[in-house]
């Protein structure tokens, strides 16, 4: 260990001052920063030493000459006293001394006093500008991490109240431009008014959400936000409780709109949720976390991608089943709903592939009329899709008879990307103009890529069994769907049956649908000897809430149906309408006039359950 090693930092500055004046004031001309270190390592045994000895930084583990840096803050105090001047930077500037160093005495030189104690005052401007600049840095930091929104249901004027949603489900929230608007955010679910029921007090936040994303519509003074709930508070805070916890006697504004909560706000109520919500507290911390919600316990986004075709008979739900597969992700989904993952389109006999992938159309802007790309329901699916496949969004993609259509042909070049890797993406990329340049326009695409479905795009089919002039779907394409079989079965609930319902078809006789329709299977099946797909399903009707309505739909659609589809193609004695209908005419207007339309069969079956 040298000797310069024993002394502190500071005292290893000082150590250098009169060396590097020694050498300055005996040179004739300036000196290279390079030339200066070489005669002071020549000069003195200790420096020579102190320069060669390698350190290890405590914090890094990163090895480093101490030397380096101690010689370049002597030059600097010199400097900044006047005492040598510099030009250039790095080992070729040149120094040499000024007028006033010239007049230095070196070997009376008080360093500490003369040098050092004189410099501090350039230390200390540095250290307070450094010192802001950094607080300046910290607090934008720490306001990353403190930012809350809060977005406020009117219920009066929207219909929308924080209480109809389920942990999990997401709402589209309309709010003015936002400069600040940031992916990733959480916020408070505020109910200004209540809503419906007793249990729901308006004045109160009712959950924490976090905002997943956000749509822009041609109306540039407003836009939607996505925000999904990622907590329900069991009992609701009241604005008055959360204006308790504000030491200052402030109190949180929450007008309407979708705004920041200011950051000293914001860090009390974080702080305050650290024992309300423990779990989910540490990631309000971090903005920028998605899936803030335990994943075994609340799972918000599918682990492996659905690509499946619902196949059976009319009725059978299968409509319904969708519905309760997309509630996996967004438990409160209908079909009502405004959900801006959910796609659904209906095939038909004229639906092409640009109906599905897009088409070059020509766009009026500004009274100009121009061509561009008008992407289908497949492309803006799968560009909803790329966009959130890091945000634990699920995008579904519902395709209704798809037999009634030419499916490979409307999938076209699509086909390709159904083939899924065990990640849950197309194994096969595809290039195709069109979509790749819609992609890229909007940032769901990096360049140089290919166009892949990622694992959050489901794609869900249905097919009609019993559909007559139907296509037929070829094995290929069956092959990259699963195909799930939808029976016929009633479907069961916490209060029996779902859809279930009585009509009443006489005067003195009224029948409940469930046991009904499965009453008219069994004629069907056993009586007429047909083929399974020719029966009913549990939502071939469904309540109308009026019994006026439910015989209607009777009249227009179950009798219809029965009449033309299923007995008329029955080579059997076997029937379901009573003796002496020998007309649908004859069952129409039988029905019509309250009379009994029903077989012996049918009616003994129904007697049977």
């Given at each position: ?18 060396p590097i004046?020694e050498v ?6 300036s ?7 070489s ?8 420096i020579a030493e ?13 090895p ?35 007028p ?5 005495d070196?070997s009376?030189l008080?360093?500490?006093k ?16 450094i ?6 840095a910290d607090?934008?930091?720490?306001n990353?991490?403190r ?11 929207s ?5 109809q949603?389920?942990v ?7 709010y003015a ?6 992916i990733?955010r ?11 029921g ?19 519509l ?5 836009n939607?936000a ?17 204006n308790s ?26 702080n ?5 919500i ?13 899936l803030?919600i ?16 619902l ?9 319904y089943?969708?519905s ?5 992700s967004?438990?409160?989904y ?6 801006p993952?959910v ?22 802007k500004d ?9 289908g329901i497949?492309?803006t ?5 790329l966009?959130?496949q890091?945000s ?13 259509g030419d499916i ?8 390709q990307?159904?083939?899924r890797?065990d990640t849950?993406?197309?194994?096969y990329?595809?290039?195709n103009k069109?979509i790749?340049e ?14 892949v ?7 869900i ?13 070829d ?10 079989y939808v ?11 779902v ?27 056993n009586?007429?000897g047909?083929?399974?797909?020719k ?13 006026d ?22 080579y ?10 020998t007309?649908?005419?004859?069952l129409?207007?039988?029905?019509k006039?309250q009379?009994n ?6 009616i003994?079956?129904?007697?049977k359950l």
């Amino acid at each position: 260990m040298g000797y310069i090693d024993n002394l502190t930092t500071e005292e290893r500055v000082s150590y250098l001052i009169k060396p590097i004046l020694e050498v300055l004031s005996q040179s004739s001309s300036s000196l290279t920063t390079a030339e200066l270190r070489s005669q002071i390592i020549k000069m003195d045994p200790y420096i020579a030493e102190y320069a060669e000895a390698v350190y290890t930084s405590e914090k890094t583990g990163i090895p480093y000459k101490d030397f380096t840096k101690r010689f370049s803050l002597a030059i600097k105090e010199l400097e900044v006293l006047g005492i040598l001047s510099r030009e250039g930077k790095g080992q070729n500037s040149s120094i040499l001394l000024t007028p006033k160093g010239q007049e230095l005495d070196i070997s009376t030189l008080n360093v500490e006093k003369e040098i050092r104690a004189k410099a501090q005052v350039y230390w200390k401007a540095r250290r307070k500008k450094i010192t802001k600049k950094k607080t300046k840095a910290d607090n934008v930091a720490k306001n990353e991490k403190r930012l809350l929104w809060r977005a406020t249901a009117n219920f009066k004027e929207s219909g929308f109240s924080w209480y109809q949603l389920k942990v999990g489900d997401i709402v589209t929230y309309n709010y003015a431009t936002e400069k600040n608007i940031e992916i990733g955010r959480f916020g408070l679910g505020y109910n200004k008014d209540s809503g419906e029921g007793s249990n729901e007090p308006a004045g109160s936040i009712v959950c924490v959400f976090q905002i997943v994303d956000y749509l822009m519509l041609p109306d540039s003074q407003t836009n939607k936000a996505v925000l999904r709930c990622v907590h329900k508070f069991d009992n609701p805070i009241s604005l008055s409780e959360i204006n308790s916890w504000f030491n200052d006697g402030s109190s949180l504004n929450l007008q309407g709109g979708l705004a920041s909560i200011s950051d000293t706000q914001a860090d009390i109520i974080i702080n305050k949720f650290e024992s309300i919500i423990p779990k989910l507290s540490p990631f309000i911390k971090s903005s920028k976390i998605f899936l803030p919600i335990d994943q075994r316990e609340h799972p918000l986004q599918r682990e492996h991608p659905l690509q499946i075709m619902l196949y059976g008979a009319p009725g059978t739900g299968k409509s319904y089943r969708i519905s309760s597969l997309i509630r996996q992700s967004y438990p409160s989904y209908n079909e009502y709903d405004d959900n801006p993952y959910v796609f659904r389109t209906t095939i038909y006999r004229d639906y092409s592939y640009f109906d599905f992938v897009g088409n070059i159309m020509p766009v009026t802007k500004d009274g100009k009329i121009s061509y561009e790309f008008v992407p289908g329901i497949f492309t803006t699916a799968l560009f909803a899709a790329l966009r959130n496949q890091d945000s634990g969004i699920d995008v579904y993609l519902i395709l209704e008879e798809m037999s009634r259509g030419d499916i490979a042909s409307i999938f076209g070049d699509i086909f390709q990307l159904l083939d899924r890797d065990d990640t849950g993406k197309s194994m096969y990329g595809i290039n195709n103009k069109s979509i790749y340049e819609y992609l890229i326009l909007n940032r769901a695409l990096k360049p140089g890529y290919k166009i892949v479905i990622p694992k959050n795009l489901h794609i869900i089919g249905t097919v009609n069994t019993s559909d007559q002039n139907v296509n037929v779907i070829d094995t290929a394409f069956k092959r990259r769907f699963d195909f799930k079989y939808v029976g016929v079965e009633p479907i069961k609930s916490n209060n029996g049956y779902v859809n279930n319902f009585s009509i009443k078809f006489t005067s003195d006789n009224q029948y409940e649908w469930v046991k009904l329709y499965q009453a008219i299977n069994h004629v069907i099946i056993n009586d007429l000897g047909l083929a399974e797909d020719k029966q009913l399903g549990p939502f071939f009707l469904k309540d109308k809430g009026k019994d006026d309505l439910n015989r209607m739909q009777v009249a227009n659609k179950l009798l219809h149906y029965l009449w033309q589809d299923v007995e008329r193609v029955s080579y059997t004695s076997g029937s379901l309408f009573a003796d002496g209908i020998t007309s649908f005419s004859q069952l129409y207007y039988a029905f019509k006039k309250q009379e009994n339309i029903l077989s012996k069969s049918v009616i003994e079956q129904y007697g049977k359950l």
